[in-house]
C-alpha cells in the first residue's frame, strides 16, 4: 500500500512538473526537507504525549504548552544573558533541579540523600557562576532549557496528576486541559505578549543551497541539524528505555503498575521520570521550532496547535508506542508541508494551504474511526 | 424456547466454546455448572449479544439471535444478569428498575419533555411494574429504599435489585449469572425460593450459572456441565452428579476411579 | 411517582419565579449597563453550558465541542439576521468574500418570499430573531447529530478529543474560502443586532425554557436512560438501551441549544467572529460544567455564574500594579491559603501538621513579603507588572483544585429541590417502618418490639 502512495505522488509530482509546468523538481526536494523538519519536530513533541499516555493512559494536554515553556525558557537563555545575580541564582535553581533530578536516576537515591544534595549545591553554584558571566549560546541555551523544562514536567505532575492518580480518566483530562490552559495564561503573564524574535548566532541557520536539476534548492543548514538531532535523541531515549533499569521499570509500569509497584518498582518515580524525559525531548523541539520559523508566537497560542499536532501524530503512529510517535510525526510533518505542494496555488485553483491545519485534526479523526490503536500500536479494550 | 447448536468462540489462541449444544424448553429452570473457567460467562455474553460467536446458531423461539447488538436482544426477550453486579451505581433501586422499562416506551423524548398524557400513562405503567418485580423480594426493597442510591444497599440486596432490573425488562427468558455468589446459607435458601417462583408465578424461564450445588439440584430440572468450553454430561441433577466424567472434572481422576460422588450440597432441608 | 408535596412545590415554584422576575426588574432598571450586560452573559453561557451538561454530565461523555456548535448558530442567526445597513457596508467596504446573492439570505427576504411581507418589516425583527435563533439551532444541531456519530465506537478520553477536534476543525473551516462567501471569511459580520442578546428578558426567558427542557428530560424515561449509559454502559444496553440513539440524541439537543447560545451571544457582541469561539469559550464552559457538578443543573449554573463573575468583574485583576504590589498581595493570599491548611490538618487531626501542603505556601508568601520589603533599593524589584491573563489562572487553579478536592463538583448529582429545602427525604425510613425493617432480618429484635408493644398495650 505505501508503494502504491508512493507511486501516486511520483504521478503527480510528474504531471506538475512536466504536464502543468507549474513547479520544478527542485521546488519538491525542498519541500521534502521542510516536511522531513516539520515532521522531526512533531515527533520530538509526540514522544512527549506517547511517553505520558503509555505509563499512565493520560492524554497530557499540558505538553504543547510545556513545549513552550521549553522555547521561551531557551530564549530567555540566550538573549538575556548574563543575568543580576538574584536572576542568576533563580535561574540556577530550577537547572539545579533538573541535574538533581538526573543524579537520582543515575544511583536510584532519593531527593533528599546528601550525595544528590552536593550535586545540587555545586550544580548551584555552577549555574549562578555561569548565568550571571557568561552569555550563553544557543545549545547551551538548549541544554540548560532542557533540564529546566523537564523540572517543569515533573512539577506538573506533582501537583496536578499525582493527586489524582487513579481517579477516573476524565477527570485526568480535564485537569490536563487546566494545567494547559494554566501554563498558556503564566507565559502571557511572564513571558510576553507579542511574538518574540527568536534569532541567536548560529550557523545552522544560515542559508544553504544546491543545485537539483539546473535549478537552486533554498534552505537553511537546519535541514540537517534537525533531522540530527531528532536521531540523536531518539537513540538515546531508545537506549534509556531498553538498557538502563529504569527504562525495565518504565515499560513494567505501563504493563501493569501493581505489579511494578509489588516487584518493587517505585512507581511515582517512574511516572516523574517519564515526564521529565517526554518535557525533555519537548523543550528541544521548542529550540528547533524557535530556529525553523525565527520568531515564536504570543505563549498563549504558540503551543496551542502544535501540541494538538503532535498529539495527533502520536495517535496515528500509534499512542503508547515510541516508534508510532516518531513515525506519525513524521507523516504529519509531510501531510501538512509536502500535500500542500502537492497541490500548488495556480491560476485557476486556491491551493490547499489554507486549509493545511486541519489536516492534523481529519488525519485523527479518521485513524480514530478505523484504526484507533494507530500504525504501530496497540489494542485496549474492556472485559465484560 | 432457546437452541444453542455447535456454537464454537476463540480469544486468540484460547478456546473458550466448543462445538457446544443444548436447549432450553419453555418454563424450564436449566443449571449450567462447571469449574471456573469453563465458560459459563463466555456462553452468557454470546447469548446475549456481547460477543459474537465463530461459528455455531444460536436460536430464540425459532429465530436466529447471532450478530445481534446486545440491545436488540434485550427487545427479542432475554434478559441477564452479572457474575460481578453490574448496577448503575449512582442511581437510585427505583431508577435501576425502571431503566429497563424505557426501549418499550412509544412516546418520543418530546412527549417526555412535555409530558404529555400518554407518556405519564406508561411512565405510571412503568412505575407500577418495577414495583411489581420488586415486590418478589418482599417489602425489603420498596418503601425508602426505593429511593437510596445504590451504592449503599447491603450486598444481597444488590443481587435482588439486578434480579428485579433484569425481570424489568419484560424478557421472556432469564440468565442468571451466579445468582447467589457471595450470599450465606440462609439468603441462598431464599434465592433458590424466589428463583423457583421466578419461573411459576413470573412465568419466566430460567437459565442458570451457578457453582453451589445444593441451590443447583433443588430447583433444576436440567442440569448442563461444561468444562474447558464443551458440555461433558447433560441431564437431571442426579445423573449428572454420579457421572464420571464430571467427577473428573471436579474432583479430579482419582476420585472418578474411586467412584464418588459430585454431589457436594447441603442439603437445604435441614437448614433452620 | 406520586409526590404528596406536589401541589405545595409548585405554589412555591411560581413564588420562585415572581422573584426571579422582580429581580429582572431590579436589575434591568439598575442602571448600570455593566451588570446588564453581565447578567445576560451569564444567562447565554448557562444555556450553553446547562445544554453541555446533558452530554457531559447526564450522559457522561466528555464533549470538548461545544463552541463548534456555538459558532455554527452564532453564523446562522447572524447572517439571517443582519440588518440591511450592515449587509451594505459589508459590500462597500471592498474587502468581503461575499457576494450578492449570499449577503441576500435573510429571514426578512424569506418572509416576503413567501408572501408575509409584513412580517418582513423592522418592528417584527423580534420575531425574525426568534426563527433565525431556531435554525441556527437546527444547523448546529446536524452538526450535533455528526459529533455524535463517532460516540458509538470510541470511549472517554479518545472521544473527547474527536469532539475537540470537531469543534477546531468547525472553527479552522469557518474562515477559509471554501465558507466565506457565507462567513464573510475571517471579517465576519458586524452589526449584529444587540437589543436581544443585551436584554436580561430575552437572554433569562430563553435559558428558562432550556432549564426547563433539560430538566423535564432528566427526570424523563430518557433521562433515566442517559444516566444508565454514564453508570455503565453495557449493563444499560443489556437491560435494553438503545445506545446509539440515545447518545444521538443528547448530541442533538446539546448542539441545538449550544447553537441558540451561540445566536445569543453574537446579538450580545453584536459581531459574529470566528475568534469569539476559540478553545477558550469550552474551556470556560467546561469550568462552569465541572465546577458545578456532573449532572447537576444547579450547580452547573452556579458555576456559570462564577465564570461569568470572574470574567465580566475580573479585570482589575489584569490592570498593571507595581511589582511590590503584586508580591504582597500575592504573599497575603498564599500566606492565608498556607494557613487555610494548616488549621483544616489540625482541625481533622490530620498528621504531620506541617506537611508539603502547609510550608510550600508559607514558605513561598513569606519570601514573597520578604521580597516586598527589600524591594526598595533594589533595581529590578522595582517597576510595574501587569496580570494579563490573571482570571484565566485563576479558573484553571479552580478547575485543578475541583479535579483534586471534589471531582464531582460543588453540587455532585444533586439538584435543588424544594424538598431538599425543607429537608424532606424519600430515602430515609419513618419510626414505624424502621421497626418492620429490623423484624425482617433480627428475630431477636422483633420479639423485643413485640414484647414491648404488648407491654404498652397492656398499660
Redo the contacts between chains.
Keep these: 500500500m505505501v508503494a502504491a502512495i508512493l507511486l501516486l505522488i511520483g504521478l503527480r509530482i510528474h504531471y506538475l512538473v512536466n504536464v502543468a509546468e507549474v513547479r520544478s523538481y527542485a521546488s519538491f526536494v525542498g519541500a521534502f526537507f521542510s516536511s522531513l523538519q516539520l515532521g522531526s519536530l512533531y515527533a520530538l513533541i509526540a514522544l512527549g504525549y506517547t511517553m505520558v499516555y503509555g505509563i499512565i493512559r493520560l492524554i497530557n494536554f499540558a505538553h504543547g504548552e510545556v513545549f513552550m515553556v521549553g522555547a521561551f525558557v531557551s530564549y530567555f537563555l540566550f538573549s538575556n544573558t548574563p543575568y543580576t545575580v538574584p536572576g542568576a541564582i533563580l535561574g540556577a535553581a530550577f537547572v539545579s533541579f533538573g541535574v538533581m533530578f538526573l543524579a537520582t536516576l543515575w544511583r536510584g537515591h532519593r531527593l533528599g540523600h546528601p550525595l544528590i544534595l552536593a550535586v545540587g549545591a555545586v550544580s548551584l553554584v555552577a549555574f549562578t557562576f555561569v548565568l550571571s558571566t557568561a552569555s550563553l549560546g544557543w545549545i547551551m541555551a538548549m541544554i540548560l532549557s532542557m533540564l529546566t523544562t523537564g523540572v517543569v514536567g515533573v512539577a506538573i505532575d506533582r501537583i496536578a496528576y499525582r493527586p489524582l492518580r487513579g481517579a477516573p480518566r476524565l477527570s485526568l483530562l480535564i485537569t490536563a486541559i487546566a494545567v494547559s490552559i494554566f501554563l498558556q495564561n503564566f507565559g502571557l503573564l511572564t513571558f510576553s505578549q507579542r511574538q518574540t524574535p527568536f534569532r541567536p548566532e548560529t550557523m545552522w541557520t544560515d542559508p544553504f543551497s544546491f543545485d537539483v536539476l539546473g535549478q537552486a534548492v533554498f534552505t537553511t543548514n537546519l535541514i540537517i541539524l534537525t533531522p540530527l538531532l531528532l536521531v540523536v535523541l531518539v537513540t538515546g531515549l531508545h537506549l534509556f528505555v531498553t538498557r538502563t533499569r529504569i527504562g525495565r521499570a518504565m515499560r513494567a509500569t505501563s504493563q501493569d503498575p501493581e505489579t511494578a509497584e509489588m516487584m518493587g518498582v517505585n512507581v511515582n518515580r517512574v511516572i516523574a521520570t517519564v515526564f521529565f524525559l517526554g518535557a525533555m525531548l519537548a523543550a528541544a523541539a521548542g529550540v528547533l521550532w524557535g530556529l525553523n520559523f525565527g520568531s515564536l508566537n504570543q505563549p498563549a497560542v504558540f503551543g496551542l496547535l502544535p501540541g494538538i499536532k503532535a498529539f495527533s501524530a502520536a495517535v496515528i503512529g500509534g499512542i503508547g508506542s515510541l516508534p508510532g510517535a516518531v513515525l506519525g510525526g513524521l507523516i504529519l510533518g509531510f501531510l501538512e508541508n509536502f500535500l500542500t505542494a502537492l497541490f500548488p496555488r495556480t491560476p485557476d485553483f486556491a491551493g490547499i494551504t489554507e486549509y493545511k491545519d486541519t489536516f492534523a485534526f481529519i488525519a485523527l479523526i479518521l485513524i480514530l474511526l478505523v484504526k484507533p490503536s494507530g500504525l504501530v500500536g496497540e489494542d485496549l479494550s474492556e472485559k465484560v | 424456547m432457546l437452541e444453542i447448536t455447535n456454537l464454537s468462540k476463540a480469544f486468540g489462541g484460547l478456546q473458550a466454546t466448543t462445538d457446544l449444544s443444548f436447549s432450553v424448553n419453555e418454563g424450564e429452570i436449566v443449571s449450567v455448572i462447571g469449574p471456573n473457567g469453563a465458560g459459563k460467562t463466555t456462553l452468557f455474553?454470546q447469548i446475549?449479544g456481547?460477543y459474537r460467536p465463530d461459528s455455531g446458531d444460536i436460536r430464540f423461539e425459532g429465530r436466529s439471535i447471532v450478530g445481534r447488538?446486545?440491545?436488540q436482544i434485550?427487545?427479542a426477550g432475554i434478559?441477564?444478569t452479572?457474575q460481578n453486579l453490574?448496577?448503575?451505581?449512582?442511581?437510585?433501586v427505583?431508577?435501576n428498575v425502571?431503566?429497563?422499562?424505557?426501549?418499550?416506551?412509544r412516546s418520543n423524548?418530546l412527549s417526555?419533555?412535555?409530558?404529555t398524557p400518554g407518556?405519564m400513562r406508561?411512565?405510571k405503567a412503568?412505575?407500577e411494574y418495577a414495583l411489581d418485580k420488586l415486590s418478589f423480594f418482599?417489602?425489603?426493597l420498596m418503601?425508602?429504599?426505593?429511593?437510596?442510591?445504590v451504592y449503599v444497599l447491603s450486598y444481597a440486596n444488590r443481587r435482588r435489585t439486578e434480579m428485579a432490573?433484569?425481570m424489568a425488562?419484560e424478557a421472556r427468558l432469564l440468565l442468571l449469572d451466579e445468582p447467589s455468589a457471595g450470599m450465606n446459607p440462609s439468603e441462598t435458601a431464599e434465592i433458590t425460593q424466589i428463583i423457583r417462583r421466578m419461573r411459576d408465578e413470573g412465568g419466566y424461564t430460567i437459565l442458570l450459572v451457578e457453582h453451589k450445588m445444593n441451590l443447583v439440584g433443588e430447583i433444576s430440572d436440567r442440569v448442563v456441565v461444561l468444562d474447558y468450553g464443551r458440555k461433558i454430561a447433560e441431564g437431571s441433577y442426579r445423573d449428572v452428579v454420579d457421572d464420571p466424567a464430571v467427577i473428573e472434572a471436579y474432583l479430579g481422576k482419582r476420585a472418578a476411579e474411586e467412584g464418588r460422588t459430585a454431589d457436594l450440597g447441603v442439603d437445604l432441608e435441614e437448614l433452620p | 411517582m406520586p409526590d404528596p408535596k406536589r401541589n405545595r412545590n409548585r405554589l412555591l415554584t411560581l413564588a420562585g419565579l415572581g422573584v426571579v422576575v422582580l429581580l429582572l426588574y431590579l436589575i434591568d432598571n439598575s442602571g448600570s449597563s455593566k451588570l446588564v450586560q453581565a447578567f445576560a452573559l451569564f444567562s447565554i453561557w448557562g444555556i450553553a453550558a446547562v445544554s453541555l451538561n446533558l452530554v457531559n454530565g447526564v450522559t457522561g461523555i466528555l464533549s470538548l465541542g461545544q463552541h463548534g456548535f456555538m459558532l455554527i448558530g452564532g453564523y446562522v442567526t447572524a447572517l439571517l439576521i443582519l440588518p440591511v445597513q450592515s449587509r451594505i457596508r459589508i459590500i462597500e467596504s471592498g474587502r468581503s468574500s461575499m457576494t450578492e446573492e449570499t449577503l441576500s439570505i435573510s429571514i426578512a427576504n424569506f418572509f416576503s418570499a413567501i408572501g408575509l411581507e409584513s412580517l418582513a418589516a423592522p418592528e417584527y425583527l423580534w420575531l425574525q430573531f426568534i426563527v433565525a435563533l431556531f435554525i441556527g439551532g437546527l444547523a448546529a444541531s446536524f452538526f450535533g447529530l455528526l459529533v455524535g456519530i463517532p460516540s458509538l465506537r470510541l470511549r472517554g478520553d479518545y472521544l473527547a478529543i474527536v469532539t475537540l477536534g470537531f469543534g477546531e476543525i468547525i472553527r479552522l473551516l469557518a474562515a477559509t474560502s471554501m465558507f466565506s462567501p457565507y462567513t464573510n471569511g475571517a471579517l465576519g459580520f458586524a452589526g449584529v443586532p444587540a437589543e436581544f442578546g443585551k436584554s436580561v428578558w430575552w437572554t433569562t426567558a430563553i435559558l428558562g425554557i432550556t432549564v426547563f427542557v433539560m430538566a423535564r428530560l432528566k427526570y424523563s424515561s430518557y433521562g433515566r436512560a442517559l444516566q444508565g449509559i454514564r453508570e455503565d454502559e453495557i449493563a444499560a444496553a443489556a437491560m435494553g438501551v438503545n445506545l446509539a440513539y440515545s447518545k444521538i440524541l443528547a448530541f442533538v439537543l446539546t448542539a441545538f441549544f449550544a447553537g441558540v447560545a451561540g445566536g445569543l451571544w453574537v446579538s450580545w457582541i453584536g459581531t459574529a467572529r470566528v475568534d469569539q469561539f476559540l478553545f477558550t469559550l469550552m474551556f470556560f464552559l467546561l469550568v462552569a460544567v465541572s465546577v458545578g457538578g456532573t449532572g447537576s443543573i444547579t450547580g452547573v449554573l452556579m458555576g456559570t455564574a462564577i465564570v461569568v463573575f470572574i470574567r465580566q468583574y475580573g479585570d482589575p485583576l489584569e490592570q498593571t500594579y507595581a511589582l511590590t504590589d503584586w508580591l504582597r498581595a500575592g504573599g497575603l493570599i498564599v500566606l492565608a491559603g498556607g494557613f487555610g491548611a494548616f488549621i483544616y490538618r489540625a482541625a481533622r487531626r490530620l498528621r504531620p501538621r506541617l506537611n508539603a501542603m502547609v510550608w510550600v505556601p508559607l514558605g513561598l508568601g513569606t519570601l514573597a513579603f520578604a521580597a516586598a520589603l527589600v524591594a526598595p533599593g533594589q533595581g529590578w524589584l522595582e517597576g510595574s507588572f501587569r496580570g494579563f491573563g490573571l482570571r484565566a489562572i485563576l479558573l484553571s487553579v479552580l478547575l485543578v483544585v475541583i479535579m483534586v478536592f471534589r471531582p464531582e463538583g460543588v453540587f455532585g448529582r444533586s439538584e435543588f429541590s424544594w424538598a431538599a429545602v425543607f429537608r424532606e427525604r424519600r430515602d430515609r425510613p419513618s419510626d414505624e417502618e424502621r421497626g418492620q425493617d429490623a423484624w425482617l432480618s433480627n428475630p431477636d429484635l422483633a420479639d423485643r418490639l413485640a414484647r414491648q408493644e404488648k407491654r404498652e398495650g397492656d398499660e
Excluded at chain 2, 453490574?86 to 437510585?92: C, E, G
Design positions: 455474553n446475549t456481547v447488538k446486545p440491545s434485550v427487545h434478559a441477564r452479572f453490574r448496577l448503575f451505581t449512582n442511581l437510585s427505583l431508577e425502571m431503566i429497563p422499562q424505557h426501549h418499550k416506551l423524548w417526555a419533555v412535555l409530558r407518556y406508561q411512565e412503568a412505575y418482599g417489602p425489603r418503601s425508602f429504599r426505593l429511593h437510596q442510591p432490573r433484569a425488562t
